[in-house]
């Protein structure tokens, strides 16, 4: 994943350099890569009832946009006031850069 990352953002194709491969794989061995926390409905739950509304209500609204609607972190970022109708029952939210699945 090195090499490709490398390889990607740089340009540099290191499989040239044989040394370098032999001390990266020496220095990765007995690495364990670490596993990332899932957040559970319970926790989503649990932070929707339980977080006061004065200190997280913009960390709610993102949390529920996030997971219910799917949206990508550009799509949050470029979300502006204009973008919410409000219908009183409920709000329409429209995204306005959104990537089409492919």
């Known amino acids: 994943m090195l ?21 990266l794989k020496r220095k990765g061995e007995g690495h ?4 990332s ?3 559970t409905r319970e ?9 006061g509304d ?7 609204v993102i ?6 609607g799917a949206t990508r972190r550009h799509e949050l970022v470029s979300l502006k006031t204009t973008c919410v109708e409000d219908y009183e029952t409920h709000f329409l939210v429209k995204l306005v850069e959104t990537k089409p699945k492919l």
């Open 3 to 23: 090499r490709s990352t490398i390889n990607l953002e740089e340009g540099i194709d290191i499989s040239r350099f044989s040394g370098l491969i032999l001390y």
């Open 32 to 35: 364990k890569p670490k596993k």
């Open 37 to 39: 926390s899932i957040l």
């Open 43 to 51: 926790h989503v739950d649990a932070f929707l009832t339980l977080a």
């Open 54 to 60: 004065k200190e997280h209500l913009l960390n709610k």
């Open 63 to 68: 949390l529920i946009f996030g997971v219910t």
